[in-house]
């Protein structure tokens, strides 16, 4: 039902604005009984005069965000005279009157077809309807305008300018045994309303098309530019930003090395491999953790976890001469498996079967990486290729490698089976057990020395990776949602911007801040009576790119580029 109603109506939050689904008991006239979960309507009155008329409105409103609201009345039985109104209503119309013969009501009849809107006296308007029937009612919230259908064939608008801010789906009968259900998306509807959310999407497009912007076309284009620039530098997509800012001539405020080092850094970050991450950052960024104690505590719960799960391995592994590494080509959080593992072959990364925690895996070869050392200047940038690891064709966090010194292709290929039942904790490597032990003593001295102002949430992060140790299988353990990969993007979100604030950059892209700014405009749009947003939006035009995960860049104003710069901060 949840699926249903979240493809009518994708940009409703039913937490905040509920979509009509049934009638409502407390709001109805007496005459009115409501069987099979308030959507069967039976008429239970004297029906001898338009004094006997009842009516019954939904319990919730029409959301504006639903930019199109539709549901169909099916007549089971039209009763003795058939007198059946389907139509809408404001909440305080009332109930004693079929919908349309008082103001604020809009109706339309089954005795005569004729419609009905704030006066007893009606027009002409259809043909007219009884038992079998399948009567539909549609609110376009875009135009304002309300349309009907019968047994799937449009009828045609009814009434414009509907501009009132609560419309109720309203359904009145008269006559002894008049009998009808309705259908609120529950099942298919008989009518397809498909096309008239084409048109809609057309009109929406024009409404948008005829506002005015203050700013000249060169100004909104150089704006937009600097958006992306700023987002591209934000993220250390440097080789973006750089080929960017040569095509616009907008320059650079951060060098493409800094930009690099941040980026190797997410990488990290993203791969679990979070005691190198925290040792480049303090190499690079002297001081930054030490100014922000809360970020540096997060960090270190999560190198426990991952070190817990076998992607760390508890040993920075930094090369001499404060150079630092950047893999030819680093997975995303989701190339990789739970334990962070992957394997090469023929050319093609493939995902390893999770393996015991904290096993390493052998290769044949060395790892293909490069440098990037930037002189003081800050203007020169050179890459070279060196192995890792102090010995050769082993690596001992869990990464795929390239054999035979190759690189790493861009392809990924998966496999879905983990190794589930083979997975034993720290697969009985009594070495990675003593430093995981060590590092929890050492966590568990920081954690006293961290001020969290009280906040119980940032006091119970250590407390639940400890947790883990206490399961033999922690992936089927009710803390299992630690190891999840996905749980590293926070983190690396916060270090990122820390990193950031330490070159005196701002902390947030724009692209963020305005993606963040249209979530809260989002609902007071919608109080306003806008129907447009359900159909064009910031959130529709960034799901129409097609995008991948372009839901989570939406909630997060997280993405990706291409080839190796790959992020999810």
Request: charged content about 25%; glycine content about 8%; some cysteine.
């Amino acid at each position: 039902m949840e699926k249903k109603l979240v493809e009518l109506y994708p940009w409703v939050n039913q937490a905040e604005t509920p979509i009509p689904m049934c009638w409502n008991p407390k709001d109805k006239f007496s005459y009115i009984t409501l069987t099979q979960n308030d959507t069967k309507i039976l008429y239970k009155g004297p029906g001898k005069s338009q004094k006997d008329a009842a009516a019954v409105r939904t319990k919730h409103p029409i959301p504006v965000s639903c930019g199109l609201f539709y549901f169909e009345v099916k007549v089971i039985s039209k009763g003795k005279e058939g007198y059946i109104g389907v139509g809408l209503s404001q909440p305080d119309v009332n109930l004693n009157r079929l919908p349309g013969w008082d103001k604020g009501s809009f109706g339309y009849h089954g005795d005569d077809g004729h419609t009905f809107w704030s006066s007893g006296t009606g027009r002409s308007y259809g043909p007219t309807f009884g038992t079998g029937d399948v009567i539909g009612c549609g609110l376009d919230l875009v135009n304002n305008k309300c349309f009907y259908t019968k047994n799937g064939m449009d009828l045609g608008v009814a009434f414009t300018d509907l501009t009132h801010p609560s419309l109720y789906p309203c359904v009145g009968l008269q006559s002894t045994g008049e009998v009808v259900e309705t259908n609120f998306g529950q099942e298919p509807f008989m009518f397809d309303i498909s096309s008239i959310k084409k048109e809609l999407e057309v009109d929406a497009r024009n409404v948008i098309a005829k506002y005015q912007a203050k700013l000249s076309r060169g100004e909104w284009e150089q704006t937009l530019q600097k958006i992306v620039l700023d987002y591209l530098v934000h993220n250390g997509f440097h080789a973006a930003a750089e080929s960017f800012s040569k095509s616009t001539g907008i320059l650079l405020k951060e060098t493409v090395a800094s930009m690099s080092n941040r980026l190797t850094i997410q990488k990290l970050v993203l791969q679990g491999r979070i005691s190198e991450a925290v040792a480049m950052a303090q190499d690079l960024y002297p001081g930054v953790l030490e100014k922000n104690p809360l970020l540096h505590f997060r960090l270190k719960v999560r190198q426990f976890i991952e070190m817990v799960g076998g992607a760390d391995s508890g040993v920075a592994g930094q090369p001499e001469g404060k150079s630092h590494l950047r893999p030819s080509r680093t997975p995303s959080p989701r190339d990789l498996n739970r334990n962070g593992s992957t394997k090469h072959t023929n050319g093609i990364l493939k995902e390893e079967p999770a393996r015991p925690n904290g096993l390493a895996l052998n290769f044949d070869s060395e790892m293909e990486t490069e440098v990037v050392l930037e002189d003081h200047s800050g203007d020169c940038v050179m890459e070279v290729d060196m192995p890792v690891g102090s010995d050769a064709g082993t690596h001992t966090n869990g990464l795929a490698v390239a054999h035979n010194g190759g690189d790493v292709t861009q392809s990924m290929d998966f496999d879905d089976d983990d190794d589930e039942e083979n997975k034993v904790v720290f697969g009985g490597n009594p070495e990675l057990l003593r430093r995981t032990l060590d590092f929890g003593k050492h966590l568990n001295e920081f954690a006293a020395k961290v001020r969290d102002d009280g906040r119980s949430e940032i006091r119970n992060l250590a407390s639940e990776a400890f947790s883990l140790m206490a399961y033999s299988d922690p992936w089927r353990s009710p803390l299992a949602h630690l190891l999840d990969p996905l749980q590293r993007e926070p983190v690396c979100a916060s270090l990122n911007s820390a990193l950031l604030g330490d070159e005196r950059q701002t902390s947030h892209p724009a692209l963020k801040v305005l993606i963040s700014h249209s979530k809260r405009l989002f609902p007071l749009q919608a109080k306003r009576g806008s129907g447009v947003i359900a159909f064009r939006n910031i959130f529709e035009v960034l799901r129409s790119l097609n995008i991948p995960d372009s839901e989570r860049m939406v909630s997060s104003c997280s993405g990706k580029t291409s080839d190796s710069e790959s992020s999810s901060c």
